[in-house]
């Protein structure tokens, strides 16, 4: 049994900062891709940002040089820092971790097996 638990949402103003936070628990394989995804009000699940074992990031182009995802391996633990936040930014966030999957991470939300609550991410201008 997974377990993947967010904190770290909340309400900011545009130019704002959050960081987003991530608890993974259970037998989660290391070695596989884990991602933010965000779900907006009428919208569908969108992809932000992935990252592989070893580090290797990828994200949306809308985020990108604002957002910054990390991975604590040793404490299980995948981060999201996101800096000058945006209106549009207002969504949804949810952790998500693969079964399988350890390359092309940042992929359709049906790459992913294991999913978090989500956490509210509200940005006023």
């Known amino acids: 049994q997974v377990q993947l638990v967010e904190s770290g949402g909340g309400s900011v103003q545009t130019g704002g900062s959050l960081r987003l936070s991530c608890a993974a628990s259970?037998?989660?394989?290391?070695?596989?891709?884990m991602g933010w995804y965000r779900q907006a009000p009428g919208q569908g699940r969108q992809g932000v940002a992935a990252i592989r074992s070893d580090g290797i990031a990828t994200y949306t182009d809308s985020v990108k040089g604002r957002f910054t995802v990390s991975k604590d391996n040793a404490n299980n633990t995948l981060y999201l820092q996101m800096n000058n936040l945006k209106p549009d930014d207002t969504a949804v966030y949810f952790c998500?971790?693969?079964?399988?999957?350890?390359?092309?991470?940042?992929?359709?939300?049906?790459?992913?097996?294991?999913w978090g609550q989500g956490t509210q991410v509200t940005v006023s201008s």
């Open positions: 998500a971790a693969a079964k399988t999957r350890r390359y092309g991470c940042l992929g359709t939300p049906e790459d992913y097996t294991y």
């Open positions: 259970g037998n989660i394989d290391s070695r596989n891709c």
